[in-house]
C-alpha cells in the first residue's frame, strides 16, 4: 500500500473532474501515492478541492485544483514525499499550488508509549 494518499474532491466540480485528475496524475506520481476521489471536504468556495497526508506528516489541503495543474500538482507531490515531515516551508517552490492553498494540518502527535 502507498505511503502517500491524494484525495481528491468530487462534490462541487462532480466526477468528471476529479477522474481526469486521477488519471493524469497516477503516472507522475507513481506507487508511491495513492490517489481517491472522496466526497465533501469543505472547500466549496475554492472547488476543486485537493489534499495530501501521509502518516507522520503535515498534511495539505488545496482548492481550484483542475487538470491544467497536473506539472504542478506533480510537483508537490515529489515534494511532499522527500520531506520526512511533509512541512514545507518555502510556498514559492508550489508553482500555482502557491495561491491555491487553503491549510496545512501539523501530522497529529505520536503517543507516548505505554510501557
Not at 39 to 59: I, Q
Not at 69 to 97: H, K, N, V
Request: charged share 20%.
Amino acid at each position: 500500500m502507498a505511503r502517500h494518499q491524494i484525495l481528491i474532491c468530487t462534490e462541487c466540480r462532480g466526477t468528471e473532474p476529479a477522474a481526469a485528475l486521477i488519471a493524469g496524475l497516477s503516472p507522475a506520481v507513481g506507487p508511491d501515492f495513492s490517489l481517491h476521489a472522496v466526497g465533501c471536504m469543505s472547500g466549496c468556495t475554492r472547488p476543486g478541492a485537493l489534499a495530501f497526508r501521509a502518516e507522520g506528516k503535515a498534511s495539505y489541503l488545496f482548492g481550484d485544483a483542475d487538470p491544467d495543474m497536473l506539472a504542478d500538482i506533480a510537483g508537490f507531490a515529489r515534494l511532499y514525499a522527500s520531506l520526512p515531515d511533509g512541512w514545507i516551508t518555502d510556498a514559492r517552490t508550489l508553482g500555482r499550488l502557491r495561491h491555491a492553498a487553503l491549510a496545512r494540518i501539523p501530522a497529529a502527535p505520536v503517543a507516548p508509549d505505554k510501557a
